[in-house]
């Protein structure tokens, strides 16, 4: 691989060679992999994206700050955004295989080690900068009105068998002006999931939504 072109194609600064090569080095391939660089690139990354997204919406609840995140750092994002940067053409497998935008969860991790090695060679702030730059035009896609996540739930259960999702109030907390409902979802074969917010309405939109993105069918 040449170091200096890769930098000028990821329009990157970077240092250590060897680093850069462990983020695109797949387990498949090598000992030597970007398993842990995948894992503190995803705490940098959730780190500035809640950051960017407190900052642009600073009267909206935990409950609805938590969907807009969701949508910003789940596979399919993720794997848009490394492949809209060239990623697929330096990561390095064990196996000869042709790498496509099928591929979600490689370019997932892909993205998120390189991150996580920029993180290490260059500190935070140059970090920062390069998710911001790169989640640009997801993070103005952030405004767009949050879908309907229980009708999207209650189609999808529904279809696949024939019962509404099960919704239970779990606390309620605060002052009658700003309560704090936690309200639990599920469905058949699924885990269960707790959604919050200031309204029974947001609480079950906010853990519908959240069981939906488990599912990855947001």
């Not at 640009?136 to 189609?155: F, G, M, P, R, Y």
Request: net charge positive.
């Amino acid at each position: 691989m040449n170091f200096s072109k890769i930098k000028k194609e990821l329009s990157i600064k970077f240092t250590k060679e060897s680093l850069l090569i462990q983020s695109f080095t797949h387990k498949s391939s090598s000992k030597n992999n970007n398993e842990k660089l995948e894992f503190l690139g995803d705490r940098v990354i959730g780190l500035v994206l809640s950051t960017k997204l407190f900052e642009l919406y600073p009267e909206e609840s935990e409950g609805v700050l938590d969907k807009r995140f969701a949508s910003l750092v789940n596979k399919k994002t993720c794997c848009n955004i490394a492949w809209s940067i060239g990623l697929q053409k330096y990561i390095i497998l064990g196996n000869k295989i042709k790498i496509s935008k099928k591929n979600e969860k490689l370019l997932s991790d892909g993205i998120e080690a390189l991150v996580g090695a920029i993180y290490l060679d260059q500190g935070y702030d140059y970090a920062k900068y390069f998710v911001l730059r790169v989640w640009k035009a997801e993070l103005k896609k952030s405004n767009v009105t949050i879908l309907d996540s229980k009708t999207q739930l209650q189609e999808h259960s529904l279809k696949l068998y024939k019962k509404l999702p099960k919704y239970n109030i779990i606390s309620f907390s605060g002052p009658k002006h700003k309560p704090i409902y936690k309200i639990s979802v599920e469905i058949d074969k699924s885990n269960e999931f707790v959604g919050t917010g200031n309204s029974k309405q947001e609480a079950e939109q906010n853990g519908a939504f959240k069981l939906l993105n488990n599912l990855d069918l947001i």
